[in-house]
């Protein structure tokens, strides 16, 4: 059994070679020459010629060091989340290399249950963007107000989903059974989520992971708005981490509309959920969020009556 550190990190030897290979393998940056530059001459030649190699080196530099902290990742993480139920969100364009792992690794760092909830490519659409708004207000939970002021989609269903999904002070939930069924079902019926009957219990943490975060269509980024908006709604009221590829932190993804939103640091981010050390920063992201240890409260767990079991459609 996972020995329980309440939060906290591993110390000595572990921590620091765990963050001498983190620094190094988030700090390797990738050259790429070939990409559309024009190289004349012997001096252009030879500085390319540099360049690859550098890149070559930095690359290799990376994969050495990722290869350490996917070795030491389980030991630094090994009960920082006990008692943290969690719920991973994704999206189409998530790898699901780096969902399975991000999962596993949640796992190693003590959760004691883990759902999942697919945002399908409706969701984050400009096309679906009236329906998802008034699918969330015809089926909000009792006693959940939208913000007036705030009419954006995304924004919306992540006020509408809140007292669904995370659970409240004491790990009480926030929404009855009745309700959380009602607007799940109605948005999977919709076709803006996915997920498995009986699995959707409200959770102490969310993991929102994602590749760039942009939808399709004439704008993509319309797609990171919706979701930028989403974590930024559910973050109002719980722990809530936007996890994506590097190419979700420029050109429009949903990591950058985040951070150059006015509201920006109110969602914790990771651009590196393909690298061991961008899931442990993840998990770390967690422990934070929690205010640097773990709840002490019981995973909510219903043992209710067929009547009351969780949301299943």
Do not use: C, H
């Not at 992540?158 to 309700?179: F, H, I, K």
């Not at 959380?180 to 498995?196: K, M, P, Q, V």
């Not at 969310?206 to 990171?224: A, F, R």
């Amino acid at each position: 059994m996972a020995r329980k550190r309440s939060g906290a990190w591993s110390a000595g030897i572990t921590g620091a070679a765990l963050g001498i290979a983190a620094g190094t393998a988030l700090g390797a940056y990738v050259l790429a020459p070939e990409g559309g530059i024009e190289w004349g001459g012997a001096q252009a030649a030879e500085e390319r010629d540099a360049a690859i190699v550098e890149r070559d080196s930095a690359n290799t530099r990376a994969d050495a060091a990722n290869s350490v902290v996917e070795d030491l990742a389980a030991q630094v993480v090994d009960g920082s989340l006990s008692d943290v139920p969690a719920l991973l969100v994704t999206t189409p364009d998530a790898d699901s290399g780096a969902v399975d792992a991000m999962e596993q690794l949640l796992r190693d760092a003590g959760s004691p249950e883990i759902s999942r909830m697919g945002l399908t490519e409706k969701f984050r659409s400009a096309e679906g963007a009236d329906e998802l708004k008034d699918v969330v207000t015809t089926a909000l939970p009792a006693g959940t107000e939208l913000d007036v002021e705030r009419r954006d989609p995304g924004f919306q269903a992540g006020q509408a989903l809140s007292p669904v999904l995370l659970v409240g002070e004491g790990a009480t939930e926030r929404a009855n059974v009745a309700d959380r069924r009602l607007l799940l079902g109605s948005l999977r019926d919709a076709g803006f989520i996915e997920y498995e009957d009986g699995t959707m219990r409200p959770t102490a943490a969310i993991v929102l992971v994602t590749g760039s975060g942009k939808g399709e269509g004439d704008d993509p980024t319309v797609g990171s708005r919706i979701l930028a908006d989403f974590a930024e709604a559910l973050s109002a009221d719980g722990t809530v981490v936007v996890a994506g590829g590097p190419e979700a932190d420029r050109d429009g993804g949903v990591i950058e509309v985040l951070e150059n939103s006015g509201t920006a640091g109110a969602v914790r981010t990771q651009a590196a959920i393909g690298d061991p050390a961008g899931r442990v920063g993840v998990v770390r992201a967690i422990v934070e969020g929690k205010g640097g240890e773990a709840p002490t409260g019981e995973a909510p767990v219903e043992e209710a009556p067929a009547e009351e079991a969780p949301a299943a459609e």
